[in-house]
């Protein structure tokens, strides 16, 4: 079935309200992802700078060692003791010194007191880099599985021989001042993301108001309440604003000139057909003239019926037209008992208070007016008029009139039901009519997206049920 008017706007609405939460979820998540990717890169960098400062710490001692290995002190024991690192004097606690000779079968090595006797292990080349100055520098478990920061290089010191120097430092404070940073890094990309999250939604909440703001405008017109966009617009949607006004104008323009169109064209069509009729009444006892009145009958039905949809289509176009169905309702009521005086039939109506119609008065009034005037024909003594309003449901998203008619005569069956229904259908030539009052009613509830039922009324006659949409 064809999407109503209503659940377009409706659905334009709900799109309205998905692209704010689109755009504040895209937002939010390229926040996170930037402060994400910029933590990352912090952290890499504090951590490369923490390595370097601790290089160059190793550096100074590997250097310090050389010179006194190059130049030996007299007094052996008094040897490296200028390294100024009380550490090396403390077993095992994480920062090493060792020299070895690599040319000689019994390699001659010393170490600091703090290895007492282990040995630092070799540092893997590919876990390592080498450095411009032949400085190899890198990773290694060391005694008590100690994770150390080590600096080796290889000395020539020509007929002294050749040695291997290697400098090692506990690498937790690498890691300790690492992981500190990363805590405070984190703490703080924390509170900013939740700072930028609440900026980024009170930059969608209040960028997006003057949307908000012409889709309830929109709503007003749908339901009858304005006629225009009205109000102070950002330049950004100020030219929206404009143009959706123009339409609005442009579609009422249209309609008065179908209008127009439409009565000017049964006023030239009415005027020939009259012009034939008069002639065919001249000659009645001519068999050929009586053929061209039920013909020219015909036409009339026709032409009638189709200048009615296409009236009726041209004010369905019409935005914002709201119609009360009390009055309506009451003023058909008296009509039709005042017509149907001389039967003695009863009309009864009962209408809630505040009940609207979506669309024109005139088409109300001709769609319950031809289905209570066609109870009315039929019924024996009386005729009720019941309107519900129903508010909005799962599969109803908008609210519905349902005009329930009943009247107290012979009924019809399923299948004179569908039977009257169609254009030009009459079940008893005796009643008054063209045949086109239930078929016009169809066409315009259809033209309204809305319904008419045939079904049994529970006086024993036939109930017609009529639902259009209404505005709750």
Not at 145 to 174: C, K, P, T, Y
Not at 345 to 366: W, Y
Not at 419 to 433: C, F, I
Not at 459 to 466: D, F, I, K, N, W
Request: aromatic share 6%; glycine share 8%.
């Amino acid at each position: 079935m064809k999407d109503s008017p209503q659940r377009r706007y409706e659905g334009r609405r709900r799109r309205t309200s998905s692209l704010a939460t689109r755009l504040f979820l895209s937002a939010t998540a390229w926040v996170v992802i930037i402060l994400v990717i910029t933590g990352f890169v912090l952290s890499s960098v504090y951590r490369q700078a923490v390595e370097r400062s601790f290089d160059r710490r190793l550096n100074l001692y590997l250097r310090t060692l050389i010179a006194e290995a190059a130049t030996p002190d007299e007094n052996a024991e008094h040897q490296f003791q200028s390294l100024g690192e009380p550490l090396f004097e403390i077993p095992l606690s994480g920062w090493y010194w060792q020299i070895g000779r690599l040319d000689s079968e019994k390699p001659d090595v010393r170490s600091s007191r703090s290895l007492w006797d282990k040995e630092l292990p070799a540092l893997n080349e590919a876990d390592s880099r080498l450095t411009a100055a032949g400085v190899r520098i890198g990773y290694v478990t060391g005694p008590e599985d100690q994770r150390l920061r080590m600096v080796v290089r290889q000395v020539d010191f020509g007929s002294d021989g050749r040695f291997l120097v290697r400098v090692a430092g506990d690498a937790s404070e690498i890691f300790d001042e690492t992981r500190t940073f990363d805590y405070y890094l984190g703490g703080t990309f924390a509170a900013l993301t939740l700072v930028l999250v609440v900026t980024t939604i009170f930059q969608v909440r209040f960028g997006l108001a003057p949307l908000k703001r012409i889709s309830e405008a929109l709503a007003a017109i749908r339901s009858g309440r304005a006629e225009r966009l009205e109000g102070e617009f950002p330049v950004e949607i100020a030219p929206l604003a404009r143009e959706t006004n123009a339409l609005i104008d442009a579609n009422r323009e249209i309609v008065e000139r179908a209008r127009t169109h439409v009565g000017n064209l049964a006023h030239a069509i009415k005027t020939p057909l009259s012009v034939i009729v008069n002639e065919a009444n001249a000659h009645r006892g001519d068999p050929f003239a009586a053929k061209v009145l039920e013909q020219t009958q015909l036409m009339r039905n026709m032409v009638a019926h189709h200048l009615e949809r296409a009236r009726i289509a041209a004010r369905v176009t019409v935005v914002g037209t709201v119609t009360d169905v009390a009055p309506v309702i009451e003023g058909l009521r008296r009509t039709m008992a005042k017509i149907h005086r001389d039967r003695d039939i009863s009309v009864e109506a009962t209408c809630p208070d505040g009940a609207k119609f979506r669309g024109e008065r005139q088409d109300l009034e001709e769609m319950v007016g031809n289905l209570v005037d066609n109870a009315c024909k039929w019924a024996r003594s009386q005729v009720s008029v019941e309107v519900v309003l129903l508010p909005p449901t799962g599969s109803e998203p908008t609210s519905t009139l349902h005009i329930l008619v009943d009247d107290d005569g012979p009924g019809l069956s399923p299948a004179e039901r569908a039977q009257v229904a169609r254009r030009g259908q009459r079940l008893d030539e005796s009643k008054p009519g063209s045949g086109l009052g239930l078929a016009i009613v169809v066409d315009l509830a259809a033209l309204y997206q809305g319904s008419l039922t045939l079904g049994a009324a529970p006086t024993g006659g036939l109930r017609s049920e009529l639902v259009l949409p209404a505005v709750a």
